[in-house]
């Protein structure tokens, strides 16, 4: 017999933005438990925003979150002994998901500089449609429209 669905961990909305996404940023870029921590480097990040661009911190998040976010990516499947690479439409949840993992991951990878400046480097760039995380997105969207042939293996 199956078991039923998953339960769900109901996040709050973060302190100083009352914004879900901003919550998720925190518990994404959190690191060993650590979340005074991440809310340094994420509210430290959003001041950096604000000084660079003159913008609201939130709506240069919201647009990098968009630009970052994929509408398709590819999932393999085996068919008759082979593995194809199958293009699916990404669910609202799982896009949010990987917006955010993507932009984290693009601000890792640059050295040199403390996260909060990396972070808000890579949202002001992703806001912009530049960056690693948009690199990223396109490239996925690449896969999927190469493999595009293969979407009728979809389940």
């Given at each position: 017999?199956?078991?039923?669905?998953?339960?769900?961990?109901?996040i709050?909305?973060?302190?100083?933005?009352?914004?879900?996404?901003?919550?998720?940023?925190?518990?994404?870029v959190?690191?060993?438990?650590?979340?005074?921590?991440?809310?340094q480097i994420?509210?430290?990040?959003?001041?950096d925003?604000k000084?660079?661009t003159?913008?609201?911190?939130?709506?240069?998040?919201?647009?990098?979150?968009?630009?970052?976010?994929p509408?398709?990516?590819?999932?393999?499947k085996?068919?008759g002994?082979?593995n194809?690479?199958?293009?699916?439409?990404?669910?609202?949840?799982?896009?949010l998901?990987?917006?955010?993992?993507?932009?984290?991951e693009?601000?890792?990878?640059k050295?040199?500089?403390?996260m909060?400046?990396?972070?808000?480097?890579?949202?002001?760039l992703?806001?912009?449609?530049?960056?690693?995380?948009?690199?990223?997105?396109?490239?996925?969207h690449?896969m999927?429209?190469?493999?595009?042939a293969?979407?009728?293996f979809a389940?």
């Open positions: 017999m199956r078991r039923g669905p998953k339960k769900k961990n109901k709050e909305p973060d302190i100083r933005y009352n914004s879900l996404e901003v919550q998720k940023l925190i518990n994404y959190m690191e060993n438990g650590k979340k005074n921590t991440a809310r994420v509210y430290g990040a959003f001041e925003i000084t660079e003159k913008k609201e911190p939130t709506e240069v998040f919201q647009g990098a979150v968009m630009n970052a976010s509408n398709v990516e590819v999932r393999s085996r068919v002994g082979a194809y690479q199958i293009p699916r439409e990404v669910r609202p949840e799982r896009r998901t990987l917006g955010l993992r993507w932009i984290i693009a601000a890792k990878e050295k040199g500089s403390p909060r400046k990396k972070l808000a480097q890579e949202l002001i992703a806001d912009k449609g530049e960056g690693g995380a948009v690199k990223k997105k396109e490239n996925t690449k999927a429209e190469a493999n595009k293969f979407a009728h389940w």
